[in-house]
Every structure is written in structure tokens, then in C-alpha cells.
């Protein structure tokens, strides 16, 4: 079965970077699309940047110019570089796919990773 397992996260000053990473297992075919969206507990799920099949990329207007997505040349790992971070991307960020790169919204994901800046 497909797994995902996030890492990279952790603690950073604001203005400063972190790197999430997502490597991915068990698919029998090409994925489509493959995301990250973030959770606050309590608060509505929200879509931060996606990439479809092709390398083409979609991005929540609150992290654009600051984050970038990408995959290996293999397709199996995904990444979140994460720049200019503020004390709102404080918060639980998890990979995702099956889902719609262009809505930014996907419906299996992995166990996340807690990213916090202060």
C-alpha cells in the first residue's frame, strides 16, 4: 500500500528556511499530483503548494515567493522548501496525493511534521 513519511521539520527563527521532505512507496502507477497541505487543530485544513505529473506546480497565495515544491528525478521523494518563514506557518504540515493539484486538496496523506517559528 502507499505509504508517505514526512521529516524535516522543527523549530526555526522567523526569516529563516526549512526543508520538508516526503518520500513515497507503494504506488503501482504514475501519481498525478502530489502535495503538502498544512493543519491547525480546530481550524480549517488548508492547501499550501501541489505539483501534477508534468512539474507543474500550484501554490496558496499565502506561501507564494516563499515556498517551492519539487520532486527527485525518480518521483520518489517530494520536498517543501520553505523560506521566509513567519509565526503563522507555525503548524502541522503534511504530503499528500490522490487528490487535485489545481484545488489544492487531496485525500490521503501521511503522519506529518511539526513545523514551528517563533
Known amino acids: 500500500h502507499v505509504q508517505l513519511v514526512e521529516s524535516g521539520g522543527g523549530s526555526v527563527d522567523a526569516g529563516g528556511s526549512l526543508r520538508l521532505s516526503c518520500a513515497a512507496s507503494g504506488y503501482s502507477s504514475i501519481v498525478n499530483c502530489m502535495g503538502w497541505f498544512r493543519e491547525v487543530p480546530g481550524k480549517e485544513r488548508e492547501g499550501v503548494a501541489a505539483i501534477d505529473s508534468d512539474g507543474e506546480t500550484n501554490y496558496a497565495d499565502s506561501v507564494k515567493g516563499r515556498f517551492t515544491i519539487s520532486q527527485d528525478n525518480a518521483k520518489t521523494t517530494l520536498y517543501l522548501q520553505m523560506n521566509s518563514l513567519k509565526s503563522d506557518d507555525t503548524v502541522m504540515y503534511y504530503c499528500?496525493?490522490?487528490?487535485?493539484?489545481?484545488?489544492?486538496?487531496?485525500?490521503?496523506w501521511g503522519q506529518g511534521t511539526q513545523v514551528t517559528v517563533s
Open positions: 499528500a496525493t490522490d487528490g487535485s493539484c489545481h484545488d489544492l486538496r487531496f485525500g490521503y
